[in-house]
C-alpha cells in the first residue's frame, strides 16, 4: 500500500500562501490518514499513497496505537484537536463502553499512543496550515513501520527497516 518512500515536499513559501483548501480548519472532527504528498488536496481520495487510519488495540493493551486500514473498515474515528493533543471517542477494551482517548502528552519517539486515564499533560501536536500534523512544529518525521500483529503502525521517527516516510494530513472526508 506504500510503494513510495519518496515524499512531495510542501514548499515553504508556497505554502504559506496556500491555495489548497483547509479542509480541517476547526480542528475538530477530522479524520487522520497517511499520505506521501504534503500539499493539501479538496478530495482526500486524489492523495498520493493514501491510507485512511484507525485506532488499534492489539491484545488489548490499555494505550490504543493508530494503524493504516484499507477500504472494507466498519468506521473511521475523529479527532480533536486541543492543548497539543489529539483526542477520539472510542469503545474501551473488549468493545466495552465509549471513553476519549488522547494523545498520551510530548510525542517523542515510537508509537502514537492513545490513553483513556486522566492526563493534563500538553502535547507537541498541531495542525500546520490548517490540515498538516506536526510534532513540534515538524512535519517530516512521521513513519509507517511493521508493528504487532503485522500492521501497519504509525510511529514518529520509526527507525527500523520496515519504516516508510509519511506525512499525516487531517481531512474532513474519507479517502474510500
Ligand atoms: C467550530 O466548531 C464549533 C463546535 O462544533 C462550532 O460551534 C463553530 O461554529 C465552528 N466554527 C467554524 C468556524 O466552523
Ligand atoms: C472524492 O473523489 C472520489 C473519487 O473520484 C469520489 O468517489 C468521492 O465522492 C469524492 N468525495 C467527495 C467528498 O467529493
Ligand atoms: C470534538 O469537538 C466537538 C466540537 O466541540 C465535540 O462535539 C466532540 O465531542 C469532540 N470530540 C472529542 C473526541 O472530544
Ligand atoms: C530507535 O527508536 C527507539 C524507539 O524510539 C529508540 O529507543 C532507539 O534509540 C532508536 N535507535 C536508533 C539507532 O536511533
Ligand atoms: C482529553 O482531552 C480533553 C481536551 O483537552 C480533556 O477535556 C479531557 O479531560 C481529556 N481526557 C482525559 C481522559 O484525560
Known amino acids: ?7 512531495t515536499l510542501c514548499l515553504t513559501g508556497l505554502a504559506a500562501a ?3 483548501p483547509r479542509q480541517a480548519s476547526n480542528l475538530t472532527n477530522f479524520l487522520l490518514v497517511t499520505t506521501s504528498q504534503c500539499p493539501s488536496t479538496a478530495n482526500s481520495s486524489a492523495l498520493a499513497d493514501v491510507s485512511a487510519l484507525s485506532l488499534f488495540d ?19 474515528p475523529r479527532f480533536n484537536l486541543t492543548s497539543g493533543d489529539l483526542g477520539s471517542l472510542a469503545s474501551g477494551p473488549h468493545g466495552v463502553g ?4 488522547n494523545s498520551t502528552g510530548e510525542v517523542e519517539g515510537g508509537q502514537l499512543m492513545f490513553s483513556k486515564e486522566a492526563d493534563d499533560e500538553d502535547g507537541n501536536l498541531a495542525l500546520k496550515n490548517g490540515y498538516l500534523l506536526t510534532v513540534d512544529g515538524e512535519e517530516e518525521g512521521w513513519t509507517i513501520c511493521e508493528g504487532p500483529l503485522d500492521e501497519e503502525v504509525i510511529y514518529w521517527k520509526g527507525n527500523s527497516t520496515s519504516c516508510t516516510p509519511t506525512y499525516i494530513h487531517a481531512v474532513a472526508d474519507a479517502p474510500y
Open 1 to 7: 500500500m506504500h510503494p513510495s518512500a519518496i515524499l
Open 58 to 76: 492489539p491484545h488489548y493493551q490499555a494505550n490504543y496505537i493508530i494503524r493504516t486500514i484499507g477500504p472494507g473498515y466498519g468506521s473511521l
Open 98 to 101: 465509549t471513553f476519549v482517548y
Open 18 to 20: 496556500s491555495p489548497y
